[in-house]
């Protein structure tokens, strides 16, 4: 059972201001919730995928540990921070597997949500990448908020606390991306 939101959110402050028993204190708080979004985004990998959810987490918490300097404001936070973690881990992991098989099929991630759900193609986690560095030349708000979504795993509400934007708008935002992607899916 995880503690509640104002526990993690004091944590993460006083980790701010620099109290490093704070971090020991959180990471077992938090390192379920990493580990069920990192078995979540695993699952849509193609087979043979060699990075465990174990291992992602454990690669997050080393990164994180290097961001001491990082004022925390909230969970959503936090997490939003972890998701762009996992996928920069997962982008370098497809990355260095596809360096090492020549091009032979990078790692595959679907969209799960951010397309059509009847249609749930497995995505290359490279291009799902350098889509949303397109996307984020074109709107950086909705490219954060597809990254919030599909890496991070966070709510409509969690994903407008984070942007600072009303909840309308981040449905707004998110439908637009979810079309984007689709069509640009669809082109490749």
């Known amino acids: 059972m995880s ?36 078995r979540s985004h695993l699952r849509r990998e193609g087979p043979g995928h060699t990075l465990q959810p174990t291992a992602l987490v454990n690669e997050v918490y080393l990164r994180l540990v290097g961001h001491d300097r990082t004022h925390w404001r909230s969970r959503a936070q936090f997490f939003a921070f972890a998701s762009q973690l996992m996928r920069r881990i997962l982008v370098d ?6 360096a090492a098989k020549r091009g032979a099929g990078a790692a595959t991630v679907a969209l799960d949500e951010a397309l059509d759900a009847a249609v749930r193609p497995a995505v290359d986690v490279l291009w799902l990448d350098q889509a949303l560095d397109h996307l984020a030349a074109l709107d950086s708000r909705q490219a954060r908020l597809v ?37 640009e899916l669809k082109r490749a």
């Open 93 to 98: 992991h497809a990355r260095a597997r596809r």
């Open 3 to 38: 503690a509640p939101r104002s526990d993690v959110t004091r944590l993460l402050q006083a980790w701010s201001a620099g109290d490093r028993a704070a971090l020991d204190q959180l990471m077992p708080i938090v390192a379920d919730e990493l580990r069920r979004l990192a």
């Open 147 to 183: 990254e919030l979504r599909v890496f991070g795993g966070l709510t409509i509400e969690e994903s407008a606390e984070l942007l600072g934007v009303g909840e309308a708008t981040v449905s707004r935002d998110w439908a637009s991306a979810r079309a984007w992607l689709y069509r």
